[in-house]
């Protein structure tokens, strides 16, 4: 076993330098960099103060920066140097867990990654939990009544909810419930006046809020789960240890949950860590957008957008080298699900 997650470790570098490396390489071909977007704010920030003669004598950006001007942009962020030496500065700085600081917000990507968090966490958790306790027992049943009405007409709910993208359904919702019969917010986690209510009414202030984005996440989520452990119970109820439990007398209950359930539900909890550790960095831009919640699939949206690069380079460093330890861990879980499994 430490064998095994010793080499997993140190096939974590070559991948995640792999991935840093094939970002870096594709940003340096990306038109419209950082310095670009400062010349083109500057310059239609001085277009803005209105344009007499006297302006465009005083400013010269219509005829081009001046070389010395152009260095010292070029110098703020970083693109003084050759591309290999500020790759290889990168990777020094992220060796030390510094994420750099963003070139057009002033803040360290720790700090922003931080800000953005909380309303990450609050769609991912509420979207994880409910996802689960839906989905599970819905699998369950399913495979028990395999081929009923239920099961029929549950499919095709599952499945139509599936079907329709999250943003389109959020829409959907909002109108409905936020504009027409206004029982709901239209936009943020919280109501303005949020600071001043007691404790109780923050919790509900803050459910109020929550309900109509993790409902327009949670609608398709649970699909996939609920499919998969339906399709995993019935090929564990056609083994024959099902057959012998049934033979010796047990109840269904107790062949259900006492012999079929564990083995049924290897591939669910094998993907439990990575759902789990998702749920505190998942950033679904489309929903964060639609109800106005500042989140990071909206922070990274915009670094993209900004060419903001030490927040790109900084937050997939980040996300990267988590989503690599995760799935260690959720390989490990095969081993603690099922002691069958041995990584010899």
């Known amino acids: 076993m430490f064998a095994y997650v010793l080499k997993r470790i140190l096939l974590m570098l070559p991948t995640l330098l792999g991935v840093l490396l094939l970002t870096f390489v594709v940003i340096q071909f990306v038109p419209g960099g950082p310095v670009e977007q400062y010349l083109a704010e500057a310059k239609a920030g001085m277009a803005g103060h209105g344009g007499g ?43 030390r867990f510094d994420l750099g600081r963003s070139f057009f917000q002033n803040k360290d990507v720790w700090q922003l990654v931080k800000e953005k968090m909380p309303v990450s966490i609050s769609l991912g958790l509420w979207t994880f939990f409910i996802s689960y306790l839906v989905a599970v027992p819905l699998g369950v049943a399913k495979a028990v009544r395999a081929g009923s009405r239920f099961d029929l007409v549950t499919t095709l709910l599952v499945l139509v909810g599936y079907a329709i993208p999250g943003f389109v359904l959020g829409l959907a919702l909002l109108v409905v419930f936020g504009g027409q ?12 006046n949020w600071e001043e209510l007691s404790w109780g009414a923050r919790i509900v202030d803050y459910l109020w809020h929550i309900t109509l984005p993790v409902t327009a996440m949670v609608a398709g ?8 452990t339906k399709n995993a119970f019935l090929e564990e109820i056609r083994k024959q240890y099902v ?25 669910i909890v094998t993907g439990f860590p990575s759902a789990f550790i998702g749920a505190f960095f998942t950033g679904s831009l489309l929903i964060e957008t639609l109800f106005s919640l500042d989140g990071l699939g909206l922070l990274s949206y915009e670094s993209v957008i900004r060419r903001d690069y030490p927040v790109v380079l900084g937050t997939l460093y980040l996300f990267t080298l988590i989503g690599l330890f995760t799935k260690l861990i959720s390989d490990l879980c095969y081993v603690w699900v099922d002691p069958r499994v041995k990584f010899d």
């Open 53 to 95: 003669e006297g302006a465009g004598m005083a400013y010269r950006g219509a005829q081009g920066v001046d070389a010395r001007r152009l260095a010292q942009i070029k110098a703020l962020y970083g693109f003084d140097k050759p591309a290999h030496e500020r790759f290889l500065q990168m990777l020094g700085q992220f060796a």
């Open 243 to 267: 057959l012998t439990a049934r033979a010796k007398g047990l109840s269904e209950r107790q062949v259900l949950y006492g012999h079929v359930f564990r083995n049924a539900l290897i591939p």
């Open 181 to 192: 019969l206004q029982w709901f917010p239209l936009r943020g986690l919280t109501s303005s």
């Open 221 to 228: 989520s649970f699909a996939v789960t609920a499919m998969l």
